[in-house]
């Protein structure tokens, strides 16, 4: 708590004396019934507090950011991240606009999890054009070189996309797009002594945390034999590295009903395209990042639906569902003893959130709830869960623009 107190001290001296031109400070406290995301489910909180930096130079801008993260029951998943780089806007022609960005950034943990240690680099390019008053079309790219301390996690990514959107007089919003992504393990395997070396961060994941509460593997009170730190080795005895593919499409309806109440209607459908997962589970952690679980280790489908409401004294209110049904390949679903089902791992979710928000100008408030139920053919990831998160965010402009 104390290493926390002292990050959030610095972040407000930060944004008192700085000069820049835009600042943005925010604070949050954040509770959860299972953080971990497993059938054994874990209570913790989290406070979380960050600031945000950028100075206008022209068609320049100059970037900055510090978060912190304190969880008050697992200290050891606790970590500080910095961030900088620039971004560039430049007008093309009275339809037409490019955008591009490089960003540099760090994650730091406590010791107990300092195999999650790493330092990023991410370059973006985005080019916007009106093909009609009504009608934008807009390309993406993004590049992304993640180091970590533990080296098999360490990846190269790119991704493509590109989006159109039309809008109606009806008040009526529809976007189309389609994505393309590749990503690199670059070594996913170090090898000692003919063997995998293993990560100490993972004896603390959520595999670890199940085993060392007593519901099998090797930790106290547990006789069988379901992985506990083991769980990120990968499949593999090679140290060539590995690459796999994703595609996806997306469609968005939005639509107006009146001047206070707005709908939003939206689906996925990604498949992968080559490659899996060189590790042997995936997990997810309460606003933890978890270097093994993003965009590329799924296939499937998925939707959903929000209605957002103007409430009286300008509160904004959003009641949103979810859901989704991922398979993930490369990965075996397993009993709780750690024994392999002979099928790939398959969740199906159901997540219903809602939102409130009242802003004051330069800060706001606001207050989230979430209900998540997984279900999966591994046992261990068949949960349910509660997430509620209230906090603040404080923005204002110094100097000139």
Same mark, same amino acid.
């Given at each position: 708590?104390?290493?926390?107190?002292?990050?959030?001290?610095?972040?407000?001296?930060?944004?008192?004396?700085?000069?820049?031109?835009?600042?943005?400070?925010?604070?949050?406290?954040?509770?959860?019934?299972?953080?971990?995301?497993?059938?054994?489910a $874990?209570?913790?909180?989290?406070?979380?507090?960050?600031?945000?930096?950028e100075?206008?130079?022209?068609?320049?801008?100059?970037?900055a !950011?510090?978060?912190?993260?304190?969880?008050?029951?697992?200290?050891?998943?606790?970590?500080?991240?910095?961030?900088?780089?620039?971004d560039?806007?430049?007008?093309?022609?009275?339809?037409?606009?490019?955008?591009?960005?490089?960003?540099?950034?760090?994650s730091?943990?406590?010791? $107990?999890?300092?195999?999650?240690?790493?330092?990023?680099?991410?370059?973006?390019?985005?080019?916007?054009?009106?093909?009609?008053?009504?009608?934008?079309?807009?390309?993406?790219?993004?590049?992304?070189?993640?180091?970590?301390?533990?080296?098999?996690?360490?990846?190269?990514?790119?991704?493509?996309?590109?989006s159109?959107?039309?809008?109606?007089?009806?008040?009526?919003?529809?976007?189309?797009?389609?994505?393309? !992504?590749?990503?690199?393990?670059?070594?996913?395997?170090?090898?000692?002594?003919? $063997?995998?070396?293993?990560?100490?961060?993972?004896?603390?994941?959520?595999?670890?945390?199940?085993?060392?509460?007593?519901?099998?593997?090797?930790?106290?009170?547990?006789?069988?034999?379901?992985?506990?730190?083991?769980?990120?080795?990968?499949?593999?005895?090679?140290?060539?590295?590995?690459?796999l593919?994703?595609?996806?499409?997306?469609?968005?309806?939005?639509?107006?009903?009146?001047?206070?109440?707005g709908?939003?209607?939206?689906?996925?459908?990604?498949?992968?395209?080559?490659?899996?997962?060189?590790?042997?589970?995936?997990?997810?952690?309460?606003?933890?990042?978890?270097?093994?679980?993003d965009?590329?280790?799924?296939?499937?489908?998925?939707?959903?639906?929000?209605?957002?409401?103007?409430?009286?004294?300008?509160?904004?209110?959003?009641?949103?569902?979810n859901?989704?049904?991922?398979?993930?390949?490369?990965?075996?679903?397993?009993?709780?003893?750690?024994?392999?089902?002979?099928?790939?791992?398959?969740?199906?979710?159901?997540?219903?959130?809602?939102?409130?928000?009242?802003?004051?100008?330069?800060?706001?408030?606001?207050?989230?709830?979430?209900?998540?139920?997984?279900?999966?053919?591994?046992?261990?990831?068949?949960?349910?869960?509660?997430?509620?998160?209230?906090?603040?965010?404080?923005?204002?402009?110094?100097?000139?623009?």
């Amino acid at each position: 708590m104390k290493r926390f107190r002292i990050v959030f001290s610095v972040l407000v001296l930060a944004a008192s004396y700085s000069a820049a031109d835009t600042l943005s400070l925010s604070f949050s406290h954040n509770a959860t019934d299972n953080l971990f995301q497993t059938r054994f489910a $874990e209570a913790d909180a989290v406070t979380a507090a960050g600031l945000t930096w950028e100075k206008a130079l022209s068609e320049f801008s100059l970037l900055a !950011g510090a978060e912190g993260f304190f969880l008050h029951e697992n200290t050891g998943m606790s970590l500080v991240s910095f961030s900088g780089g620039v971004d560039y806007l430049k007008s093309l022609g009275e339809k037409s606009a490019l955008y591009v960005s490089l960003i540099g950034d760090t994650s730091l943990y406590r010791a $107990e999890y300092s195999d999650f240690n790493r330092t990023g680099l991410r370059f973006m390019a985005a080019l916007k054009t009106y093909l009609s008053p009504s009608s934008i079309l807009k390309a993406t790219a993004v590049s992304e070189y993640r180091s970590y301390r533990y080296d098999p996690f360490d990846f190269f990514s790119q991704s493509l996309s590109l989006s159109i959107d039309q809008y109606f007089p009806s008040r009526t919003t529809l976007q189309a797009e389609f994505g393309w !992504g590749y990503k690199y393990f670059i070594h996913p395997q170090t090898v000692i002594a003919g $063997e995998s070396e293993i990560p100490a961060a993972a004896a603390t994941s959520s595999l670890g945390s199940a085993v060392a509460m007593g519901y099998g593997g090797k930790g106290q009170g547990g006789s069988g034999e379901r992985p506990g730190w083991e769980a990120y080795a990968p499949v593999s005895a090679s140290a060539e590295g590995k690459g796999l593919q994703t595609a996806s499409l997306q469609a968005r309806l939005g639509q107006g009903l009146g001047d206070r109440v707005g709908l939003r209607l939206a689906g996925i459908v990604q498949w992968n395209l080559s490659g899996v997962n060189p590790f042997t589970t995936v997990d997810e952690y309460m606003m933890v990042e978890n270097p093994t679980y993003d965009a590329f280790a799924w296939e499937g489908t998925g939707w959903n639906a929000q209605l957002s409401l103007l409430l009286p004294w300008n509160i904004e209110a959003r009641l949103g569902y979810n859901r989704t049904d991922k398979s993930f390949p490369g990965i075996e679903s397993r009993d709780l003893l750690g024994n392999a089902l002979g099928s790939i791992r398959e969740d199906g979710r159901d997540q219903v959130d809602v939102k409130v928000e009242k802003n004051f100008g330069r800060w706001s408030l606001v207050l989230t709830y979430a209900f998540i139920r997984n279900r999966s053919n591994d046992p261990l990831f068949d949960w349910s869960g509660r997430f509620i998160s209230g906090g603040f965010q404080w923005n204002f402009d110094l100097g000139e623009k």
